[in-house]
């Protein structure tokens, strides 16, 4: 969970009809919970949150305003989390989203107060808030609002080392997808999609896989299917493991033998939700 304010720190005001306001993001407080444990991070120091959007839309779904502050490029703020801008009195729809990206990777596509995605590119560790906002004056104008996790996390761990050929480990989702409703926190695609990451190991040690989903509904059951490919692309290991359990803001786990054979096996899960969600093939 994330925890925006949004404070106005202007004296004067705007004559014009607009209102000036003043964005602030203060003790961006995330729940992490990774194997069970959990911490609280400021925005400042959670490397995770590499991007925030921010957008207002008009009553008749109009973008009256939006912005993106991407954490690496430091002509795009003056201070990570403070937004300053002015709108016009209104009735609106107040959208911010906390995201990760990879480098070279662009801002989530934000078009209106239901609608976002990642588009071709792996959906990432995401925080979103809605929020009716009203004004009425030109006075300045403090808000506040919550950033809640709205994805689900699967990691693939692999039991056994990798070997010499194997390149990528490919990620094939029967279900959820990479587009998402932001006022909701669900999936507005629900087809799945596929993810191919690069093996990061070495020869002969454990691989971990991750990938980010949204769920159509707040618990979803997805088949995974896996594939460790090598430089061709051809696939040198598959696994299928069926009606795994998800659930928004949480990280389910894929534990087994990914490298030493090739055929599918039986497999078990275990669908506990206190913590993790552990499943071994």
Same mark, same amino acid.
């Given at each position: 969970?994330?925890?925006?304010?949004?404070?106005?720190?202007?004296?004067?005001?705007?004559?014009?009809?607009?209102?000036?306001?003043?964005?602030?993001?203060?003790?961006?407080?995330?729940?992490?919970?990774?194997?069970?444990?959990? @911490?609280?991070?400021? &925005?400042?120091?959670?490397?995770?949150?590499? %991007?925030?959007?921010? $957008? !207002?839309?008009? *009553? =008749? /779904?109009?973008?009256?305003?939006?912005?993106?502050?991407?954490?690496?490029?430091?002509?795009?703020?003056?201070?990570?989390?403070?937004?300053?801008?002015?709108?016009?009195?209104?009735?609106?729809?107040?959208?911010?989203?906390?995201?990760?990206?990879?480098?070279?990777?662009?801002?989530?596509?934000?078009?209106?107060?239901?609608?976002?995605?990642?588009?071709?590119?792996?959906?990432?560790?995401?925080?979103?808030?809605?929020?009716?906002?009203?004004?009425?004056?030109?006075?300045?104008?403090?808000?506040?609002?919550?950033?809640?996790?709205?994805?689900?996390?699967?990691?693939?761990?692999?039991?056994?080392?990798? @070997?010499?050929?194997? &390149?990528?480990?490919?990620?094939?989702?029967? %279900?959820?997808?990479? $587009? !998402?409703?932001? *006022? =909701? /926190?669900?999936?507005?695609?629900?087809?799945?999609?596929?993810?191919?990451?690069?093996?990061?190991?070495?020869?002969?040690?454990?691989?971990?896989?991750?990938?980010?989903?949204?769920?159509?509904?707040?618990?979803?059951?997805?088949?995974?299917?896996?594939?460790?490919?090598?430089?061709?692309?051809?696939?040198?290991?598959?696994?299928?493991?069926?009606?795994?359990?998800?659930?928004?803001?949480?990280?389910?786990?894929?534990?087994?033998?990914?490298?030493?054979?090739?055929?599918?096996?039986?497999?078990?899960?275990?669908?506990?939700?206190?913590?993790?969600?552990?499943?071994?093939?």
């Amino acid at each position: 969970m994330a925890v925006l304010l949004l404070a106005g720190c202007y004296k004067d005001k705007d004559t014009s009809g607009s209102a000036k306001v003043k964005v602030q993001i203060n003790d961006f407080s995330i729940s992490q919970e990774e194997m069970g444990a959990k @911490t609280a991070t400021d &925005v400042a120091d959670y490397s995770g949150v590499k %991007a925030i959007t921010l $957008a !207002f839309y008009t *009553s =008749t /779904g109009d973008e009256q305003y939006k912005v993106t502050q991407m954490r690496a490029d430091a002509t795009t703020y003056t201070t990570f989390g403070e937004f300053d801008l002015s709108l016009p009195m209104g009735s609106y729809t107040m959208v911010v989203l906390g995201y990760g990206l990879n480098e070279g990777e662009p801002a989530i596509t934000l078009t209106s107060p239901t609608s976002a995605t990642f588009g071709d590119n792996p959906a990432r560790e995401t925080f979103v808030a809605t929020q009716a906002v009203n004004i009425t004056n030109t006075n300045d104008v403090t808000l506040s609002a919550t950033l809640n996790r709205i994805v689900s996390k699967l990691k693939i761990h692999s039991t056994d080392g990798c @070997t010499e050929n194997a &390149v990528n480990v490919r990620t094939t989702l029967s %279900a959820g997808g990479k $587009a !998402f409703n932001p *006022s =909701t /926190g669900l999936a507005t695609s629900n087809t799945g999609f596929i993810n191919v990451l690069p093996i990061q190991s070495t020869v002969g040690n454990p691989t971990n896989s991750i990938t980010y989903l949204f769920l159509a509904t707040d618990e979803q059951t997805v088949n995974v299917t896996i594939d460790v490919l090598d430089a061709g692309g051809n696939s040198i290991s598959h696994k299928e493991v069926s009606g795994v359990p998800f659930k928004r803001n949480r990280m389910t786990v894929l534990t087994g033998s990914l490298y030493s054979s090739g055929g599918n096996g039986s497999f078990q899960v275990e669908t506990e939700w206190l913590t993790d969600a552990e499943v071994n093939f």
